[in-house]
């Protein structure tokens, strides 16, 4: 299935029915009076969050979507029937914006969410509802009202714990097939990765979601590469781990790359939690994997990891870092407990 994160969709809910003018004839009875019913009410647009979904693919082949209008009212006071809803459904962690692309109108993050966008007219009333004591054979009904027509913007933002972020090829697509079921496709060019990957890792005693993002180069907030496109797939996410290639000649300016084009994103992304590893150490002897350690801690200001995803060096401890952080907000109550009996170090 392709994935698509963005998608352009014209919302139209139902007109209400209009209100019906009728009067009883019956036999035997002298007076008969009006009795016209009221219309219905045109159907609701509502967004709905499913599950096994995690694409807006089928918005690319439908963008219109039209509930139906209410019925019209009838005589002997019957009520027109009311219009169905028109239901979008949606991925976990769809965001609806307006046409101007800024207002934020519902964010649906869990299962069962649903947010109404347009509300449907209302059914016009019949004659029958205007029969009072002063006019006792009223001869007018009202319309129904008319149903809302916009148009909205639907921008996925994929339901992850932790990111995976860093330049083209080092190593996030590597690091997270061999930490979960994923299979991201995997080779030795830049920008393999042309769409975002999810994966499920457990570390210890917490499970949680990994997404590995397209890598970043310098313009990338510009437009240049893949641009910052896929970068809100990881907004959500509590910890970021930035991998940095050992194999790169100034590993210090590769951080800082990347860093550059978080902060140009978005502040709130760039003050997120973030562990620092060297990739791909399995490809360089001891002494310059030390070398590259103290050039990267300089630029970082924080002792980095070291591990490679094919040879297994660092990996446990690398998700581990990562679990401690998930776990403070998955499982609180352990987490202070695992606090007390390891003297302040949490071991998942």
């Not at 499913?50 to 139906?68: E, G, M, P, S, W």
């Not at 299962?111 to 004591?133: C, P, T, W």
């Not at 097939?177 to 830049?190: L, N």
Request: net charge neutral.
């Amino acid at each position: 299935m392709k994935f698509l994160d963005q998608a352009k969709v014209f919302l139209q809910s139902g007109s209400g029915g209009n209100g019906c003018v009728a009067f009883r004839r019956e036999k035997y009875i002298e007076f008969g009076g009006p009795n016209g019913g009221n219309g219905g009410r045109g159907g609701d647009v509502w967004i709905e969050c499913v599950d096994n979904l995690n694409t807006l693919i089928d918005f690319r082949y439908q963008q219109h979507y039209i509930a139906k209008n209410g019925r019209p009212g009838m005589g002997q006071e019957r009520a027109g029937p009311n219009g169905d809803d028109a239901i979008l459904k949606v991925p976990p962690g769809t965001q609806v914006y307006a046409e101007d692309g800024e207002t934020l109108l519902a964010d649906l993050v869990k299962i069962g969410d649903r947010s109404l966008i347009a509300k449907g007219g209302n059914g016009g009333f019949g004659n029958a509802y205007f029969k009072s004591a002063t006019n006792r054979a009223p001869t007018h009904a009202n319309p129904g009202q008319v149903g809302t027509e916009l148009t909205v913007y639907l921008r996925l933002k994929l339901i992850a714990d932790a990111g995976l972020v860093g330049l083209p090829n080092a190593g996030k697509s590597t690091f997270l097939a061999a930490v979960s079921g994923a299979k991201p496709k995997i080779a030795a060019y830049p920008f393999t990765t042309l769409h975002p990957n999810l994966g499920v890792v457990r570390a210890g005693e917490v499970d949680f979601v990994l997404a590995d993002i397209p890598g970043l180069i310098e313009g990338a907030h510009e437009g240049a590469g893949l641009g910052t496109q896929f970068l809100g797939h990881i907004e959500r996410c509590r910890v970021l781990l930035h991998l940095v290639d050992a194999t790169e000649d100034d590993v210090a300016a590769a951080y800082k790359t990347v860093r550059g084009e978080l902060k140009a994103f978005s502040l709130e992304l760039a003050k997120k939690k973030e562990i620092v590893a060297l990739s791909k150490c399995d490809a360089l002897d001891a002494d310059t994997i030390a070398a590259k350690t103290e050039q990267l801690k300089a630029a970082c200001r924080k002792k980095p990891m070291v591990l490679s995803a094919v040879a297994g060096i660092g990996m446990k401890e690398a998700l581990y870092a990562i679990g401690r952080e998930v776990g403070k907000d998955h499982k609180p109550d352990a987490y202070e407990a695992a606090l007390e009996a390891h003297d302040g170090k949490w071991i998942p």
